[in-house]
């Protein structure tokens, strides 16, 4: 079977592809050809600028306007593969927005981690205004286009499989909820931290509505004598008491699985992240993850059981949750396990991938009836 996987890769959609090229590669039956959307050059990124004045109030329909650059390069792609593939697999559905028809004309399956009727008031560089959801209706219009031809949608959360259910019409018999899921190590590498003080972990390209800001003023006033603060992630952070920054981890890089194994706690207090990677990463390596309670993290961590949930603005719930972590190696240990067992039961790369496979086939025998 001649897959072609057209990666959006943006975001954790690098990372997913990265885990799912490996993976395909013990799985003789499919001959996979990926199609990575590169960054954008000059003319993508003038398309996609935001407006100055307009793009305050978020009504310059900026990310849009990105999805239909990039999904017009996307289109002239797969028209010259046409003849040589079986299936298409298109991750996400913003990638597709120039190729409905060829979907529609040929086997397929479109995955979707979020859709915009969520992610357009999760952007991590622009705040949602009255306006956004004024405008909303014009980018749905383009995502309807897309599920509607696809032969089956596949979510990666029951949270995301809901809107797609309710506001977008995807039927139960084209709708299949099936997490990509990450690689899974045969045993957690924990490593003793050198340092006296137990070290949490944050991991996020972004500071603002990742958290990041946030965890820095909560660390610094009430946790710097406590614990050790790790920052991975591209955004300014100053030199602060017990905080140490990585700025050049990327993806695939080995010092995160290091950091990681040397960690008490993962904690990620994002506003925005729906079905982040970087929280099952952690608990693939026994790590607790303190975390939001929002988008499809609940399904991700069982709250007081694999870690700790905590509600958006509840700092002291934050510091609480972080402080009973650090001071308590046996809830450590115990949520760590709990985590791991969950990332084997339904989050393992080699079993998902192997249930999309069947996917694919699934969709090539629906698509011939």
Same mark, same amino acid.
């Given at each position: 079977m001649r897959v072609l996987f057209v990666n959006e890769n943006l975001g954790g959609h690098?990372?997913?592809?990265?885990?799912?090229e490996r993976a395909l590669r013990n799985v003789p039956n499919v001959e996979a050809e990926f199609l990575h959307v590169p960054p954008p050059k000059?003319? &993508?990124?003038? *398309?996609? /600028?935001?407006?100055?004045?307009?793009?305050?109030?978020?009504?310059?329909? #900026?990310?849009?306007?990105?999805?239909?650059?990039?999904?017009?390069?996307? &289109?002239?792609? *797969?028209? /010259?593969?046409?003849?040589h593939i079986d299936v298409v697999h298109?991750?996400? #559905?913003?990638?597709?927005?120039?190729?409905?028809?060829?979907?529609?004309?040929h086997p397929s399956i479109v995955s979707?981690?979020?859709?915009?009727?969520?992610?357009?008031?999760?952007?991590?560089h622009r705040r949602p205004t009255r306006w956004t959801g004024r405008?909303?209706?014009?980018?749905?219009?383009?995502?309807?286009?897309?599920?509607?031809?696809a032969t089956l949608v596949v979510s990666s959360s029951e949270y995301a499989a809901d809107s797609l259910r309710s506001t977008y019409g995807v039927t139960a018999d084209r709708l299949r909820v099936l997490p990509m899921g990450i690689p899974v190590p045969h045993e957690a590498p924990r490593r003793d931290d050198e340092s006296p003080l137990p070290m949490i972990t944050f991991?996020?390209?972004?500071?603002?509505?990742k958290g990041g800001h946030r965890l820095l003023e909560l660390h610094q006033r009430h946790l710097a004598s406590r614990c050790m603060l790790t920052m991975v992630t591209k955004g300014h952070v100053p030199a602060l008491p017990n905080v140490t920054t990585y700025h050049d981890i990327d993806v695939g890089d080995p010092r995160l699985d290091e950091i990681l194994a040397r960690s008490a706690a993962f904690v990620f207090?994002?506003?925005?992240?729906?079905?982040?990677?970087?929280v099952l990463e952690a608990m693939a390596m026994g790590v607790p993850v303190i975390a939001s309670r929002i988008g499809a993290i609940p399904e991700m961590v069982e709250d007081g059981v694999s870690g700790m949930l905590v509600t958006l603005g509840d700092d002291d719930g934050l510091v609480?949750?972080?402080?009973?972590?650090?001071?308590?190696?046996?809830?450590?240990?115990?949520?760590?396990?709990?985590?791991?067992?969950?990332?084997?039961?339904?989050?393992?790369?080699?079993?998902?991938?192997?249930?999309?496979?069947?996917?694919?086939?699934?969709?090539?025998?629906r698509f011939r009836k």
């Open positions: 690098a990372t997913v592809h990265l885990h799912l000059i003319t &993508r990124r003038l *398309v996609g /600028a935001a407006i100055p004045v307009l793009g305050r109030f978020d009504l310059d329909l #900026q990310p849009l306007r990105a999805q239909l650059a990039l999904s017009r390069w996307v &289109r002239d792609r *797969v028209r /010259a593969r046409a003849d298109v991750y996400t #559905q913003n990638a597709a927005y120039e190729i409905a028809d060829y979907l529609r004309e979707v981690d979020s859709t915009n009727e969520l992610n357009a008031y999760l952007l991590p405008l909303l209706p014009i980018t749905q219009r383009f995502e309807r286009r897309v599920f509607d031809a991991v996020g390209r972004t500071l603002d509505r207090p994002s506003e925005i992240d729906q079905s982040p990677n970087a609480q949750a972080i402080t009973r972590v650090i001071v308590d190696p046996a809830v450590r240990v115990s949520m760590g396990a709990a985590g791991r067992r969950r990332v084997a039961e339904h989050y393992d790369l080699a079993k998902n991938t192997a249930a999309l496979v069947d996917l694919l086939v699934e969709a090539c025998e």
